[in-house]
């Protein structure tokens, strides 16, 4: 009979030492003894993969795509490479494997490839010969045999891929939190672990800024319905399960809140209201490769109206530069820009059957003083832009207006 499958994914941080490897190794051996395949995906060590970036940056501020990708795939490399001695040190068979040795076939797009295929022969033959699988995460292999990395954050994505080809039961996503929190528990004293939540939540919250999963390995995760166990690796506590959408999570009108503090606000003054002109204006942006996030055009009694919008903080010099030609071009007046606002959003499938949701958010902020700047909302999600400064107050005030905190005993 073939023994069910777990991939378990280990974040640099539940591999930062030895300790931790030993650590690691002893959990995964524990999986394989209750009666399971098991494939464990590694993070590079702690933060190497910013030291490696480091070192590139010391040599020169332009590193080649390619070699930085050949450079940063050597992070993971080291690490599962320990993990297995690691497990061996424990009397079971484990063998280690680059992303190109496990048959990872990615896209050419050095630093942030995309998986084409997998081919997974290699790892069920090795899974049938009872040895434990360690694969290096966040690389694989492009069409023309170079090495690639899937971007930050993604071994979480080899993990879900590995998953999805093997049919594995689980996905355990192991870090450093006990799972994923209403709020983040550093802002939020008394923030409550979720029990479940669903793929399109969990991926909202991520892009929100909940810094718990890469949206993208959640996206992947939601296409293939890869049921995901974000779990703690220092405990064997229950974590929080990521899996479809099921009845009794939409009386959960919010399920978290997010702040993301990385946003500036760029304001286009006196805009000739005519058609044609937004398209103009958004497609230069999007030349300069500029990420725009939130749109706000005000009412114009004028025939002039401003138009603002949101780009992630590190964009805005670009985005100014590039608003500066594009006013020129149409004719429109001054560039205002603010470089301290942040994000803040709530998130829930209940939303789509519960009203007065938005009100009572902006009733939250209200109470604190706390102004608005921007709004916009979607059938799961509504964010509001706020100054920085009163980001975290605004996550706290929210948390607490919908009761989202652990109860007080
Ligand atoms: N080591 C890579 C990073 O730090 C990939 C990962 O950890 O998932 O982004
Ligand atoms: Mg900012």
Same mark, same amino acid.
């Given at each position: 009979?073939?023994?069910?499958?777990?991939?378990?994914?280990?974040?640099?941080?539940?591999?930062?030492?030895?300790?931790?490897?030993?650590?690691?190794?002893?959990?995964?051996?524990?999986?394989?003894?209750?009666?399971?395949?098991?494939?464990?995906?590694?993070?590079?060590? @702690?933060?190497?993969?910013?030291?490696?970036?480091?070192?590139?940056?010391?040599?020169?501020?332009?590193?080649?795509?390619?070699?930085?990708?050949?450079?940063?795939?050597?992070?993971?490399?080291?690490?599962?490479?320990?993990?297995?001695?690691?497990?061996?040190?424990?009397?079971?068979?484990?063998?280690?494997?680059?992303?190109?040795?496990? @048959?990872?076939?990615?896209?050419?797009?050095?630093?942030?490839?995309?998986?084409?295929?997998?081919?997974?022969?290699?790892?069920?033959?090795?899974?049938?010969?009872?040895?434990?699988?360690?694969?290096?995460?966040?690389?694989?292999?492009?069409?023309?045999?170079?090495?690639?990395?899937? @971007?930050?954050?993604?071994?979480?994505?080899?993990?879900?891929?590995?998953?999805?080809?093997?049919?594995?039961?689980?996905?355990?996503?192991?870090?450093?939190?006990? @799972?994923?929190?209403?709020?983040?528990?550093?802002?939020?004293?008394?923030?409550?672990?979720?029990?479940?939540?669903?793929?399109?939540?969990?991926?909202?919250?991520?892009?929100?800024?909940?810094?718990?999963?890469?949206?993208?390995?959640?996206?992947?995760?939601?296409?293939?319905?890869?049921?995901?166990?974000?779990?703690?690796?220092?405990?064997?506590?229950?974590?929080?399960?990521?899996?479809?959408?099921?009845?009794?999570?939409?009386?959960?009108?919010?399920?978290?809140?997010?702040?993301?503090?990385?946003?500036?606000?760029?304001?286009?003054?006196?805009?000739?209201?005519?058609?044609?002109?937004?398209?103009?204006?958004?497609?230069?942006?999007?030349?300069?490769?500029?990420?725009?996030? /939130?749109?706000?055009?005000?009412?114009?009694?004028?025939?002039?109206?401003?138009?603002?919008?949101?780009?992630?903080?590190?964009?805005?010099?670009?985005?100014?530069?590039?608003?500066?030609?594009?006013?020129?071009?149409?004719?429109?007046?001054?560039?205002?820009?603010?470089?301290?606002?942040?994000?803040?959003?709530?998130?829930?499938?209940? /939303?789509?059957?519960?009203?007065?949701?938005?009100?009572? /958010?902006?009733?939250?902020?209200?109470?604190?003083?706390?102004?608005?700047?921007?709004?916009?909302?979607?059938?799961?999600?509504?964010?509001?832009?706020?100054?920085?400064?009163?980001?975290?107050?605004?996550?706290?005030?929210?948390?607490?207006?919908?009761?989202?905190?652990?109860?007080?005993?």
């Amino acid at each position: 009979m073939t023994r069910p499958i777990i991939v378990q994914k280990f974040g640099g941080t539940s591999i930062a030492d030895v300790e931790r490897i030993k650590n690691v190794a002893k959990r995964v051996v524990r999986t394989k003894r209750e009666g399971f395949d098991v494939v464990a995906v590694v993070s590079a060590l @702690g933060d190497s993969t910013d030291r490696l970036i480091e070192l590139a940056h010391q040599i020169t501020g332009h590193p080649s795509e390619r070699e930085l990708d050949m450079l940063l795939s050597t992070g993971e490399q080291v690490s599962c490479a320990l993990l297995a001695m690691a497990i061996h040190e424990l009397g079971e068979d484990a063998i280690s494997f680059t992303g190109a040795q496990v @048959g990872i076939i990615t896209d050419n797009s050095f630093t942030k490839a995309r998986i084409i295929d997998i081919n997974a022969k290699r790892m069920v033959e090795a899974l049938k010969t009872g040895r434990i699988i360690i694969v290096a995460g966040f690389q694989g292999l492009s069409l023309s045999q170079d090495i690639t990395t899937l @971007g930050r954050g993604g071994s979480n994505l080899t993990a879900v891929a590995l998953a999805k080809v093997l049919g594995a039961k689980t996905c355990e996503m192991c870090t450093d939190v006990e @799972g994923v929190f209403t709020a983040d528990p550093r802002i939020v004293k008394n923030a409550r672990k979720i029990d479940r939540i669903s793929y399109d939540e969990m991926f909202e919250l991520s892009s929100l800024g909940a810094q718990v999963l890469q949206p993208r390995s959640i996206e992947f995760a939601m296409k293939f319905e890869v049921p995901i166990h974000v779990r703690s690796s220092f405990s064997d506590k229950m974590g929080t399960i990521i899996s479809k959408e099921v009845k009794a999570m939409e009386d959960i009108v919010v399920s978290g809140v997010a702040l993301n503090k990385e946003e500036a606000k760029v304001t286009i003054c006196d805009v000739p209201d005519k058609p044609g002109i937004a398209a103009k204006i958004f497609k230069d942006i999007a030349l300069a490769d500029i990420n725009v996030d /939130m749109i706000v055009q005000n009412v114009s009694r004028t025939g002039a109206t401003d138009i603002s919008f949101t780009v992630p903080d590190p964009d805005l010099n670009k985005t100014i530069k590039a608003a500066k030609e594009i006013s020129k071009k149409v004719g429109a007046g001054e560039i205002t820009y603010d470089k301290d606002m942040a994000k803040v959003s709530i998130v829930g499938i209940g /939303m789509r059957s519960h009203s007065g949701v938005a009100a009572k /958010m902006f009733e939250a902020l209200a109470e604190k003083g706390i102004n608005i700047e921007m709004i916009s909302t979607s059938e799961i999600k509504i964010s509001c832009v706020v100054e920085k400064k009163n980001g975290e107050e605004a996550v706290r005030a929210i948390h607490d207006k919908f009761g989202l905190g652990k109860k007080k005993s």
